[in-house]
Structure formats: C-alpha cells, structure tokens
C-alpha cells in the first residue's frame, strides 16, 4: 500500500558531489552538492542546482565554469563539511588541507584528492526557485589512474563514491554488484 | 595522478529510475532513465532527460506530466528490460506483469511494485543535444508504507534502490553506513 509523503525532493540515490569555483578574488572555494544529475549525453552535460544565496553562486555566474568532484568514502566528513561552512568567510581547502588544482580548460579549480573530476562550462542557467539549476558541458572527465581498469574506465568499487539519502540525511557506500545493464533486461 | 578519460557522460553514482507517461493513445508505458537528478527544493522538482527518438518522449510534452519511478533490487531486470524495447511497438506492463496505477495528481501512471514514486508536472523544457531535459515539480512522493520509519521517512536499505554506473554499465545496490549528513563535517 503506497502513502503519500509529500511533496518534497526525495530521491534515492542521490549522487554527494563536491563543486569546485573560482571566487571573484580568484579563491578557491568548494561546496557540497547532492542536486546534481547527468543530463545529456552529446554534448556530455551535467547539472548541479545552488541555492543563491552560496558563495558558490554569483562565481559559477562570473567565471562560467565549475567543477564536479566526486569524494571517495575516505573523504566524505570533508565533503560533508564543505557544506557547513561558508567559502565567503573560510578557505574550506586550508581547513581541510585538501588541494585545489587549477583546471586547464575551465575556469575552476578541482580536488586533487578526490579520485574522479569533470571539469565544465556553464552553458544554462534555470531559476527554479530556492535553487537555481546550473547546466555545464562535460569539457573533459580526469580519474586517479589507480581506480581505473582497461586505462579509462572507473571502477566503481575502487572509486568508492558516496551515497546521500535525502529525508533522513545519511552517507552509504556502493553495495553488492547486481549485474550488467543493457543485458540483464533480456532475460525478461 | 589524474588521467584525462574524455568528455564524457561520467557521475558515481546515478540513480536508475523508471519514468511513466501516457502516450497518445492512453497506453501507459514506462522508459528505464538514470540522467536523472533532483534540481530544487522549494518547489520541489527533478530532471530527467530522455532522447528525442523515444516514445516517451511526446508523450510527456503532450500530457506535460510524468511520473520517477524507483525501483528495488528484486526489480533490477524489469527496470533493464525497460529501456530495451520501445513502447511503440512493446505493452512493457503486459510483458513484465507489472502494474500501471493512474496518478491522481498528474496525467501518468505508476508502477504499484516500485517502492518509491514521485508525480511530477511539467515545468521547463531543455533542450541540450542528443537528451531533452525535463524538470518536473513533484506534485507529491508516495512509498510502500513497508519502506518507511517514522511513518514518512523512506528507509534506504528497506528500500533497496539501484545505482547505475556509467561507462562500466553496471548496477549495483546501496552499501554500507557512513555517517549522518550537516553532522560528520562538525568533525574537521
């Protein structure tokens, strides 16, 4: 028997990203992201939704350009607390002495330390209300060599990203692998 | 040390979701959808693009309505199958044996087995390339009262949804407990 819950932005599961910006005096800053979805495939385009009163916001407007960092396990109380904080009044990467890279092709910098990085151009900007929803084209995807297999594949158990579950506000890993898509359908 | 792996369509994890609509004849049919991704909180709304060419596609521009579908593990081949036929040509409910329940809020069905559904309108259009976006308003979530703690707090591991991998194509279930969200970052 379903029971109405409400409307509210509940979906599982949800991707916990960490946004990399360029402020306006050129400090890096980070912020935690979990409204974030893969949205297009050619061009390769992601979306990530900022609330506008972020420190996040009016630098992904200036620079037109953010990164999306995924955080393995190891990393997510930083990941956590990069959206505690505020970037308009602590350097978030002295505090967690976590390393901004300055990323070629876009104006934004990445986290060295975490394993898998698309670097994007703001192409959209769609005011949806408390949030502002921000489309980037995937100008390339960086991983750390050791969580690729076959040099350009992710594995998902050696990248070990972090689930976030809205509504009751936990963090999970990446569970038991269920089987290959676009295949297990068949058997149908 | 970071290695280019191309401009791609690349995020760990994204959720895989079943997206129900109405066609033109009043069938209803379901397509299998992981560029998915909540996009603002207040009002509620989620995004899901879809490639021209699929027939899901007109019929949410025409009944401006769809449903997000979550499904459990146990349905891991059906929600597969679902993006391997087209709803043109295949009844997807009547070849699955699932059952398609006509939404009280918006014009498009759901699927009564899936734990977790939310019913959106149509509020933006997007088009980005090879994928349309659609961002829908949640008009309302509804969950297998089974699923829930605390009456209206969905459980992940009761709930047991899927996580897509890109690239790699695999699915795989939610793992372990690491932490609560606003909380773990007081820790830095």
């Given amino acids: ?20 910006t360029y402020d306006a005096m050129g400090k890096p800053n980070v912020i935690t992201a979990a409204w974030v979805g893969l949205c297009c495939s050619n061009p390769p385009c992601v979306a990530v939704s900022l609330r506008k009163a972020r420190h996040s916001y009016a630098s992904i407007v200036e620079r037109k350009a953010f990164t999306v960092n995924v955080p393995s396990e190891r990393y997510v109380k930083e990941a956590d607390y990069f959206g505690l904080v505020s970037g308009g009044n602590v350097d978030k990467f002295a505090a967690t002495g976590l390393t901004a890279v300055r990323s070629e ?23 949806l209300g408390v949030h502002t929803q921000f489309i980037g084209q995937i100008m390339d995807v960086k991983a750390d060599e050791e969580v690729l297999t076959d040099g350009s594949v ?34 149908v």
């Fill in 1 to 20: 028997m379903k029971k109405s819950i409400g409307a509210d932005a509940v979906l599982y599961p949800t991707p916990l990203t960490v946004v990399g």
């Fill in 105 to 127: 092709l876009v104006e934004a910098p990445y986290v060295l330390e975490f394993p898998l990085v698309l670097e994007c151009k703001l192409v959209h900007s769609i005011d």
């Fill in 154 to 187: 992710p594995d998902i158990y050696k990248l070990q990203p972090i689930v976030f579950a809205p509504r009751c506000h936990t963090y999970h890993g990446v569970g038991k692998y269920l089987g290959q898509a676009f295949s297990l359908g068949k058997q």
